[in-house]
């Protein structure tokens, strides 16, 4: 079976770095579109960044030039590298497989990870 483990998250001040790690396993990540994701109650899911099978990267404006993904296809993991974090960065940031280019935007995949929370401080 597809599983994805999300680890990384924690509490960190405005300014500060973090690097999420997504830990695939039943999947090949090199082969596959690969996603980072992020919600907040009361709001939808929203597509933070996300990376092509060949490795092409895009991201949400709002995080262009912060957060960068990457992938190491050896271990089998996808990263979201997080510089100058804001708080309103704060979210739950969910790992996906699977998804597809899909007109102007990006449909995720079948497969997503349990999330883990980032908290950024003022």
């Known amino acids: 079976q597809v599983q994805l483990v999300e680890s990384g998250g924690g509490l960190v001040q405005a300014g500060g770095s973090l690097r999420l790690s997504c830990a695939a396993s039943g999947m090949i990540v090199s082969v596959n579109a690969m996603g980072w994701y992020r919600q907040v109650p009361g709001k939808q899911r929203e597509l933070v960044a996300h990376?092509?099978?060949?490795?092409?990267?895009n991201y949400a404006d709002s995080v262009k030039d912060r957060f960068t993904i990457s992938r190491d296809n050896a271990e089998q993991t996808v990263f979201l590298q997080m510089n100058s974090l804001k708080p309103e960065d704060t979210a739950v940031y969910y790992c996906n497989a699977g998804g597809r280019q899909s007109g102007s935007g990006f449909h995720p995949g079948g497969f997503w990870g349990q999330g883990t929370q980032v908290t950024v401080s003022p």
């Open positions: 990376m092509s099978s060949l490795g092409s990267a």
